[in-house]
């Protein structure tokens, strides 16, 4: 299924990797009341959750959830990514790889957590992401997703501004009208959501449960 534009974020965030462990060092990424109600939640469903991130960024989650007794699993198509995570979260399992690529096998997870990653596949692809999130989890497993929200839908190479310097990265952007579409023909259980302003743009977070 490798696509051109896989590479094409692959490269970018190989690139933009040391500047996430700027930001991590500089506390730039804060655990927000979100990411806190969504552990706790899970925590009520599973006594000993598992969880798999998609995309850990400077893995300062992963460390959360990790401090919290979470058996944290991480993937990304980025090996610089992985390498500035797993200083974060050394106790994480780290994955590189393409997450619509990688054999799983028979591995499931109490939770996945996907913040702010969902835009970086087509809208085609995204209802993969969304059938392959559904059959990793257990029954009854939660998935927080999270999404940029915009007026109008386009897809294709774009910039992405990271300490004073432009990367080029494929991005999709989502309007209500198509996330709500993706979700109601989606087999997962909206559970929570709600859209927090977000620099002028709007940001969509919920919570799914799988049926």
């Given at each position: 299924?490798?696509?051109?534009?896989?590479?094409?974020?692959?490269?970018?965030?190989?690139?933009?990797?040391?500047?996430?462990?700027?930001?991590?060092?500089?506390?730039?990424?804060?655990?927000?009341?979100?990411?806190?109600?969504?552990?706790?939640?899970?925590?009520?469903?599973?006594?000993?959750?598992?969880?798999?991130?998609?995309?850990?960024?400077?893995?300062?989650?992963?460390?959360?959830?990790?401090?919290?007794?979470?058996?944290?699993?991480?993937?990304?198509?980025?090996?610089?990514?992985?390498?500035?995570?797993?200083?974060?979260?050394?106790?994480?399992?780290?994955?590189?790889?393409n997450f619509l690529d990688y054999d799983f096998k028979n591995?499931?997870?109490?939770?996945?957590?996907?913040?702010?990653?969902?835009?970086?596949?087509?809208?085609?692809?995204?209802?993969?992401?969304?059938?392959?999130?559904?059959?990793?989890?257990?029954?009854?497993?939660?998935?927080?997703?999270?999404?940029?929200?915009?007026?109008?839908?386009?897809?294709g190479v774009k910039p992405k501004s990271m300490e004073g310097?432009?990367?080029?990265?494929?991005?999709?952007?989502?309007?209500?009208?198509?996330?709500?579409?993706?979700?109601?023909?989606?087999?997962?259980?909206?559970?929570?959501?709600s859209i927090l302003t977000h620099n002028e743009i709007y940001?969509?977070?919920?919570?799914?449960?799988?049926?």
């Amino acid at each position: 299924m490798t696509k051109k534009y896989f590479n094409l974020n692959k490269d970018a965030y190989d690139e933009m990797a040391p500047f996430y462990k700027i930001r991590g060092e500089r506390g730039d990424f804060k655990i927000k009341k979100d990411v806190a109600n969504f552990a706790d939640f899970v925590q009520k469903n599973f006594k000993y959750p598992s969880i798999l991130e998609i995309g850990p960024g400077a893995g300062l989650v992963l460390k959360y959830f990790s401090e919290r007794g979470f058996k944290t699993t991480a993937i990304d198509i980025s090996s610089q990514i992985i390498s500035v995570a797993s200083g974060n979260s050394p106790k994480t399992e780290y994955i590189y790889g393409n997450f619509l690529d990688y054999d799983f096998k028979n591995k499931k997870f109490d939770a996945l957590f996907a913040k702010a990653v969902f835009h970086l596949f087509s809208l085609e692809d995204a209802y993969s992401f969304i059938g392959k999130s559904h059959g990793l989890l257990v029954d009854k497993g939660l998935m927080y997703l999270s999404v940029f929200i915009r007026n109008n839908s386009g897809e294709g190479v774009k910039p992405k501004s990271m300490e004073g310097n432009i990367f080029y990265r494929y991005n999709k952007d989502w309007t209500k009208e198509e996330l709500n579409d993706i979700l109601r023909n989606s087999p997962f259980k909206v559970l929570d959501n709600s859209i927090l302003t977000h620099n002028e743009i709007y940001k969509w977070r919920g919570v799914l449960q799988k049926e």
